[in-house]
């Protein structure tokens, strides 16, 4: 192979890695708390209030942080390009 050859299909390789600053190594999970209100729905039901938060691993601890419905599909996303960016062992 020529090395004009070898630089082309690294650039292709390039073109099909998702962008670094959008690749996002952690998992979005629900969590269904009760608020401890007496006459509130949650109390009567078994799920409680769902809400959306982003697990992620950093320093040594695992962080949770909540996550706005409106976020859902851009943090989805940058989870999945995370698994894409990931070479196959």
Request: charge should be positive; hydrophobic fraction near 30%; proline fraction near 6%.
């Amino acid at each position: 192979m020529t090395t004009d050859t070898l630089k082309a299909r690294r650039q292709e390789l390039l073109n099909t890695m998702p962008d670094p600053a959008n690749v996002m190594r952690a998992s979005l999970i629900t969590r269904s708390i009760k608020c401890g209100k007496p006459n509130c729905r949650c109390a009567q039901w078994r799920g409680g209030h769902k809400s959306l938060y982003l697990s992620s691993y950093y320093n040594g601890k695992t962080r949770l942080d909540s996550v706005p419905k409106a976020y859902k599909d851009a943090v989805s996303q940058c989870i999945k390009d995370y698994e894409i960016s990931q070479p196959c062992l």
